[in-house]
């Protein structure tokens, strides 16, 4: 997603709310497509926690 979250290989993140990252993580998580990169999220989201899920969603907001 670029050093700061610019998109780039991946959709940009900057600017994202941390609902909407939550959102579409849980949704990769459950292997529901998202967009066209889905596939290559799924194996990275059904690999954190719920709780992970949160604190990354938070990160992107605040920090992005």
């Given amino acids: 997603h670029g050093p ?15 609902d909407d990252i939550i ?3 849980l ?3 459950r292997g529901e497509t998202v967009g066209p ?11 954190l926690t719920e709780g992970q ?3 990354l ?3 992107v907001e605040q920090e992005l």
């Avoid at 700061?4 to 941390?18: D, E, H, T, V, Y």
């Avoid at 889905?38 to 989201?45: I, L, Q, R, Y």
């Fill in 37 to 47: 990169q889905s596939m290559m999220m799924w194996p990275v989201a059904k690999g």
């Fill in 27 to 29: 949704a990769y998580k």
């Fill in 53 to 55: 899920i949160g604190t």
């Fill in 4 to 18: 700061q979250g610019q998109g780039g290989i991946g959709p940009r993140l900057a600017g994202q709310s941390a």
């Fill in 57 to 59: 969603g938070v990160f």
């Fill in 23 to 25: 959102r579409k993580l």
